[in-house]
């Protein structure tokens, strides 16, 4: 079965520090997303890679940034956490056929 | 710019109907359409993908149609069941080797017993 896995469910920083989110895919896909998602604006991209150590800007990639070592691994972070970026945040990867696979979600909470 | 239109936003059904949820978007030019399913708190999990080429996806109770050159998608559930409560997302891949995937805002669906 596909999956992507994302390593923490519930997270709760402090403003200012600093914020890891890693998400791990078994399916040897070569494009993997971020997304957050708020009540009332949806889905948003906030980065995105097409292979190993490539990114792309999404369409709000201020305040975060990525990095992806390996294949299978495309982590995203806060290099300091703001309160307007308490959101629930996605990852997902797609296949050659453009299916996207979603992981349960890091719901993040800045205080 | 692509955008994805999802009405009504919110549904409420009694269990064993049939019922049908929209999606349209406004540029035709689209690579696949995706319908997705999301639980409170939960990821996207993915329920059909329509290709270009194709017009209509089945898995179980669920078909999905792709009307490119009216911009349109529906989701058809059969038999509808307490279970399938949940929030309904479409999202248009724009363009062969695009990341441009655009989501609709979803249709919350209550099914009741």
């Known amino acids: 079965d596909v999956k992507v896995t994302q390593s923490s469910r519930y997270l709760v920083k402090r403003t200012g520090e600093k914020v890891f989110l890693e998400c791990v895919q078994d399916?040897?896909?070569?494009?993997m997303f971020w997304y957050r998602q708020d009540p009332g604006l949806g889905l948003r991209l906030i980065y995105f890679s097409y292979d190993v150590k490539m990114k792309e800007k999404g369409d709000i990639p201020e305040g975060y940034s990525v990095s992806r070592e390996k294949k299978e691994r495309f982590s995203l972070i806060l290099e300091s956490a703001s309160t307007n970026q308490t959101s629930m945040y996605l990852c997902?990867?797609?296949?050659?056929?453009?299916?996207?696979?979603f992981g349960e979600g890091s719901r993040l909470t800045v205080l | 710019k692509q955008e994805v239109t999802q009405i009504p936003a919110a549904l409420s059904v009694p269990e064993g109907e049939n019922l049908v949820l929209n999606c349209s978007f406004t540029?035709?030019?689209?690579?696949?359409l995706q319908w997705f399913r999301q639980d409170p708190g939960k990821g996207l999990t993915s329920l059909l993908l329509?290709?270009?080429?194709?017009r209509e996806q089945t898995s179980g109770r669920l078909n999905a149609s792709l009307d490119k050159s009216s911009g349109r998608s529906t989701l058809y559930i059969a038999a509808s069941q307490p279970g399938d409560s949940a929030t309904y997302l479409c999202a248009a891949l724009s363009g062969a080797g695009s990341y441009q995937l655009t989501f609709g805002k979803g249709t919350k669906l209550s099914v009741i017993p």
């Open positions: 997902a990867s797609s296949s050659l056929t453009g299916e996207l696979f």
């Open positions: 399916m040897d896909h070569e494009n």
């Open positions: 540029d035709s030019a689209i690579y696949n």
């Open positions: 329509i290709q270009s080429s194709q």
